[in-house]
T-cell receptor, first 111, second 116 residues
């Protein structure tokens, strides 16, 4: 069945470091891909999305490119801030009604 | 702009007790769902609904019941709580998007349930 695999955390970085969080997926058909972010004590909120191959989603300095050939949707940011500390979830949605989430990657950014 | 509202935020139950987690959205979304979040396992879909009167099972439905009598409300019922149901529960909704599944999910703030 459809699934999402993302790198285990926690990831600890210093402020202004480069961030990559890997995400790969298995799906039949052509899924839409998402990154959601969860700040402490809050629900998830959409960070960015891409709905077809080679699309790049971007928001708040974060980017991810939908790579069909490698079935990947890696999240990147050139310079992280302390305020980016959160849990990041990769997710996919197929033509049905379900959105499937990865296990989440916790990011800590040190000042 | 309330979005998705969940109550209660925290609840402690004893094994065998019953309770209902409430979820309401004010965005006129057709699709609503319940997830549970457990450490290292991400979010797992419990039940979902594509409109009033229509519900279906997700990945982990056992021990939970749902109903959808209105577009706005989607309560989750635990009939006989078990310690394995200790978790954080999230309600989420989205527009039906004309039958596609490319839209974002809007989440409530979560309900933390502990079953002793």
């Amino acid at each position: 069945g459809d699934s999402v695999t993302q790198m285990e955390g926690p990831v600890t970085l210093s402020e202004e470091a480069f961030l990559t969080i890997n995400c790969t997926y298995t799906a039949t058909g052509y899924p839409s891909l998402f990154w959601y972010v969860q700040y402490p004590g809050e629900g998830l909120q959409l960070l960015l999305k891409a709905t077809k191959a080679d699309d790049k989603g971007s928001n708040k300095g974060f980017e991810a490119t939908y790579r069909k050939e490698t079935t990947s949707f890696h999240l990147e940011k050139g310079s992280v801030q302390v305020s980016d500390s959160a849990v990041y979830f990769c997710a996919l949605a197929t033509g049905g009604f379900k959105t499937i989430f990865g296990a989440g990657t916790r990011l800590f950014v040190k000042a | 702009n309330a979005g998705v509202t969940q109550t209660p935020k925290f609840q402690v139950l004893k094994t065998g007790q019953s309770m209902t987690l409430q979820c309401a959205q004010d965005m006129n979304h057709e699709y609503m769902s319940w997830y549970r979040q457990d450490p290292g396992m991400g979010l797992r879909l419990i039940h979902y609904s594509v409109g009033a009167g229509i519900t279906d099972q997700g990945e982990v439905p056992n021990g939970y019941n749902v109903s959808r009598s209105t577009t706005e409300d989607f309560p989750l019922r635990l009939l006989s709580a078990a310690p394995s149901q200790t978790s954080v529960y999230f309600c989420a909704s989205r527009s039906s998007g004309g039958g596609t599944n490319t839209g974002e999910l809007f989440f409530g703030e979560g309900s933390r349930l502990t079953v002793l």
